[in-house]
């Protein structure tokens, strides 16, 4: 009896190793750096993907009117133009790290949905942080 | 068998922990809010104070969980049983807590409330787990089978803890890396938040020993009820 349960939990734990660290480990990849994008770019042309790395500095054009953000996002090594339609979120800025989901269509990364990541670092402002110099802040980094 | 005759009221330790907690929650209140904000997200970085904690009891109550079944599988005692799984249930609304509030969080930061990225995947998995326990607990009538079948989840759902704790860290993710990092011993907060989190924690951690007790109180008198 007690063998029949070993062999159970065995099983159970190889099985679940095997999904952690086996073939689906390769299929859990939430986004592609850019380099991986254009490495094998024939495998993800006209399918839904998500891209993470930086926004390049001094990249980023928003169009108000038109609510179109234009940016390219960076792994330092490649560079992939971005076309995001509507607003930047709150956090959005340059060097930020960002995620986002969508295809490409002629060179251009079309966005559908732009996430933000953010550290895991928590500071407070070095100037200080009453509401109004936090206000100030928040306008600023916008 | 019951060694001792089942008490019919919590006994003082379990007021003690509900009594702290709930006296203590405000001043966590005020500290949350007197917290200075985050040079980068303002004070949305407060929600954290929650977040947090919520997510580190449901770990916890699942981890009592894991401990009791294992016992119950050794020993064979419903008493055991009992603290499984009123540790399971506390775990899983904390759980529940720690997946709203961050969503809360998500919507202004990342800008959305859900994607299937690792952490959060994991750990929804983790949740459907607990809810499959007690699904589980209420489809088995035979009460030994019932508590057997239930320690087996008990032991084998706590796996996703761990997973859903390392995501961040195995895989790539949206959800950023552990800011009190257990692996490392590295904290990546200003002392003065860090302060205020380790108190949430220790309140949180209060709550949750005299929520078990009284929960494992009640199912006593459930079963009690059950057997008349």
Do not use: C
């Not at chain 2, 088995?140 to 008990?154: H, Q, S, T, W, Y």
């Not at chain 2, 205020?196 to 109180?217: E, I, M, S």
């Amino acid at each position: 009896m007690k063998g029949k349960y070993l062999l159970g939990i065995l099983v159970i734990l190889g099985a679940l190793g095997y999904m952690v660290f086996g073939g689906l480990g390769r299929n859990l990849v939430y986004f592609l750096t850019p380099s991986e994008y254009l490495q094998d770019q024939a495998r993800y042309q006209n399918r839904p993907v998500r891209l993470g790395g930086l926004v390049k500095p001094g990249t980023v054009q928003y169009d108000k009117d038109r609510l179109e953000l234009r940016f390219v996002l960076t792994d330092g090594v490649a560079e992939v133009p971005v076309l995001h339609k509507g607003t930047p979120p709150g956090m959005f800025k340059e060097g930020q790290g960002v995620v986002v989901e969508g295809r490409f269509q002629e060179g251009v990364f079309q966005g559908t949905n732009l996430l933000v990541k953010h550290s895991e670092t928590y500071q407070p402002p070095k100037e200080g942080w009453t509401p109004e110099e936090v206000r100030k802040l928040i306008e600023e980094a916008q | 068998m019951q060694k001792t005759a089942p008490l019919s009221r919590p006994d003082g330790l379990t007021w003690a922990f509900l009594g702290f907690g709930v006296l203590l929650l405000p001043l966590g209140l005020y500290l949350a809010l007197a917290a200075p904000p985050d040079a980068n997200q303002g004070y949305l970085v407060r929600i954290m104070y929650l977040h947090v904690p919520t997510a580190w009891v449901g770990y916890l109550a699942f981890f009592v969980t894991f401990l009791y079944s294992l016992l119950y599988l050794f020993r064979q005692d419903p008493r055991h049983d009992r603290v499984a799984a009123a540790s399971a249930e506390i775990g899983l609304v904390f759980m529940g807590l720690a997946l709203v509030t961050g969503m809360l969080w998500a919507r202004p930061t990342w800008g959305v409330y859900w994607t299937w990225e690792p952490r959060l995947t994991t750990t929804a998995i983790l949740f459907a787990v607990y809810v499959g326990y007690f699904l589980l607990r209420g489809a088995i009538e035979d009460p030994e089978l019932r508590r057997k079948a239930a320690a087996a989840v008990g032991v084998l759902g706590f796996l996703n803890v761990p997973i859903s704790y390392m995501s961040v860290k195995w895989w790539r993710s949206l959800h950023q890396t552990q800011s009190i990092d257990l692996t490392t011993g590295k904290i990546h907060m200003a002392p003065e938040m860090l302060q205020v989190l380790l108190f949430h924690l220790a309140v949180f951690t209060l709550l949750y020993l005299g929520f078990v007790r009284f929960r494992g109180l009640v199912a006593v008198l459930e079963e009690a009820k059950e057997e008349a």
